[in-house]
């Protein structure tokens, strides 16, 4: 399958004395000089290092630690399993078993830049970005990415978070991105976006061109990621019960493929929903055929009006009085309990069902590792 679930990109840490700060720009200075073009320079407060004229998988931030005054720095590696790992593919999540390749590249660049970058085990993992690429010309056919991303777009925002939104120089003032919807929290962020977009606006910021065939096949592809940061992956080392188990970085359990399952299926589940989409219409005919009591029936009817009015979940629940909305948030949970996505698909659109992009991943990924055990 083109669609894939897994990771993207992670960030390490590791505490530095000043000396060895120091040191260590010198060290990038030397083998930029010598070996291979590096771009050093600094950025709000932190200096920065990457590669110039390819992208590696790989670059580095070294930011004081609190403020100037304090004697220690971090250095934060920010790394790419997959072009770690030597394959160059922005549009295939990263697995575990990528790893194996990533790690001693990472060991081998490091050794040869300076001694003090150590090997990969030496450090923490400071954030990992889970994620799961759906390829929807695969998952829904009858569909364009746009359309689905205009669905997703109409998902419930959790308490505790907010939308991000970009300032329009010309509206004077902060408008959605119509390719993305990304939600912040201080513990994880939660990020959907068209994939193609995404690329272009890389090439855009003087990144490395992306293959033309590559940037093709992205055009399908709608990325849900996590990024979980610290907060968040402390929570999941105490899931995972493996808080005292003495590794550093702890990767051989956070990067396991049921860990990114169970994250993704999480967040998913939270924002975009569990059930398929459906037309008004349609969505009605299925809560009828349930045969509830007139009331009941009323109110789940209700409610997909009033998401429909609002045009979002999480408007639709703003527009509620502080008494009603526990109870229409309760409603909510009933529609996803009857496999219904309370927001419905425009009527100019002709569709009448759009499958929920998570469980027809999980259903064709089933059935890939069934026909697997028969090979």
Known sequence: MKSSLGFHTMELSLQLSKQHSFTLVQDFTEYSRKKEKLKIY???????????????????????????????????????????????????????????????????????????????????????????????????????????????????????????????????????????????????????YLKYDELLDRIQKGYPPIPEQMLEDSKSIIRFEVQCKRR????????????????????????????????ISRYFSETVGCGDWYSFAKSVEKIDSYNFNIQKRNRLVEALRIVSSCRSVHKAKESRSKDDVDSFTRTLKELSALGINPVTIPQTWGIKQIPNLLAEYNFREYDIDKLNIFD
């Open 42 to 192: 600094p950025d709000e407060g932190s200096t920065k290092i990457t590669f110039r004229n390819c992208d590696r998988g790989i670059h580095w931030r070294i930011t004081p630690k609190g403020n100037y005054s304090d004697s220690t720095d971090i250095l934060y590696v920010k790394i790419n399993p997959k072009i770690l790992g030597g394959d160059i593919d922005y549009i295939t999540a990263a697995t575990y078993y990528d790893m194996s390749v990533a790690i001693p590249n990472f060991d081998c660049i490091s050794k040869e830049i300076s001694p003090i970058l150590q090997t990969f085990n030496c450090y923490t993992l400071s954030r990992i970005d889970y994620c799961i690429n759906f390829c929807i010309d695969e998952l829904v056919p009858h569909c364009t990415p746009q359309q689905i991303m205009n669905l997703i777009k109409r998902s419930n925002i959790p308490s505790n978070y907010e939308e991000w939104k970009k300032y329009d120089s010309v509206a004077h003032r902060t408008k959605d991105v119509k390719s993305s919807f990304y939600l912040m929290n201080r513990a994880a962020d939660i990020n959907a």
């Open 232 to 263: 968040k992956k402390y929570d999941i080392i105490e899931h995972l019960g493996i808080k005292d188990n003495g590794e550093i970085n702890k990767y051989r359990h956070l990067l396991q493929p049921q860990v990114c399952e169970e994250v």
